[in-house]
């Protein structure tokens, strides 16, 4: 299981409907994506870290291991706005404007990204995808969905089972050792993948499978006083903003 699952299922929300979590956490990435970058992407991550390591909990290291990776992203998004290509001084020159452009696009990535982490790190996927048939998505495509979750994390394991197995007869000591390394474990990992499907299929067939994955889900009801009060978060933050547009720009 990856840490922001094992997260997820040990969040502090982990017994809230995913829309009261949904309200919160999709609706900062929308005030991110939305508002003026300074001062409302800001806030919007600030308010976006108070929350993740606050009320829900989220470990620090956990938290920045997870959202290091969707960082560099940003940052690398961020970069060629900051030069321009061609034009009358130069092949490759600063593009005029481009610090401002290229830190407000960084707000907003990353501001949007902690919105979305902040509902990964509290709802798992075996609580949300099963209920995603009532919310009108066809049974066929949550089913492919959920086979596929949980299949990745047996993926996973074979995979590092097979590295720790070449690690111990010496598979990693030399560049081309390594290269072979890695190419018996791409080709044993690929013929796993299809023995586990065949049999995960036979299994499937075995017990009348009539097309729908039937799960037990754990009951939740949809908090009217979690979800008011998210909404006035994300009221207040919006009405910050442009309180202090004006004055900090």
């Known amino acids: 299981m990856l840490p922001i699952d094992e997260a997820a299922h040990s969040s502090r929300w982990r017994r809230r409907h995913p829309v009261d979590k949904a309200v919160l956490g999709l609706g900062l990435t929308v005030l991110a994506i939305s508002l003026p970058p300074w001062p409302g992407a800001a806030l919007v991550l600030l308010t976006s870290l108070v929350v ?8 620090r290291r956990r938290l920045w291991r997870a959202y290091r990776v969707p960082l560099g992203f940003c940052v690398t998004g961020a970069l060629p706005l900051l030069v321009q290509v061609g034009g ?3 092949f490759v020159t600063l593009a005029e404007g481009g610090p401002v452009r290229a830190a407000e696009l960084l707000l907003r990535t990353s501001a949007a990204s ?3 982490l902040l509902f990964a790190f509290t709802t798992p996927m075996s609580d949300l995808l099963p209920r995603l048939v009532r919310a009108g998505v066809p049974a066929p ?3 492919v969905a959920l086979v596929t979750y949980r299949m990745s994390f047996l993926l996973l394991d074979s995979v590092r089972r097979i590295r720790d197995a070449q690690a111990a007869r010496l598979g990693h000591t030399t560049r081309a050792a390594t290269w072979r390394s890695l190419a018996g474990l791409g080709a044993t990992a690929f013929v796993r993948a299809f023995d586990r ?3 995960l299929q036979t299994g499937l067939a075995g017990r009348g499978y009539d097309g729908t994955l ?3 889900v754990p009951e939740a ?6 979800t008011t009060v998210s909404v006035v978060l994300l009221a207040a933050v919006a009405a910050l ?5 004006r004055p900090l720009t």
């Open 221 to 226: 009801r949809v908090s009217v006083r979690f």
């Open 241 to 245: 903003t442009f309180v202090l547009e």
């Open 88 to 90: 009358p001084d130069g």
């Open 52 to 59: 993740l390591l606050g009320p829900a909990g989220v470990p």
């Open 141 to 143: 495509v949550v089913d």
């Open 197 to 199: 499907a065949a049999r």
């Open 214 to 216: 039937r799960v037990l």
């Open 114 to 116: 902690l919105g979305v």
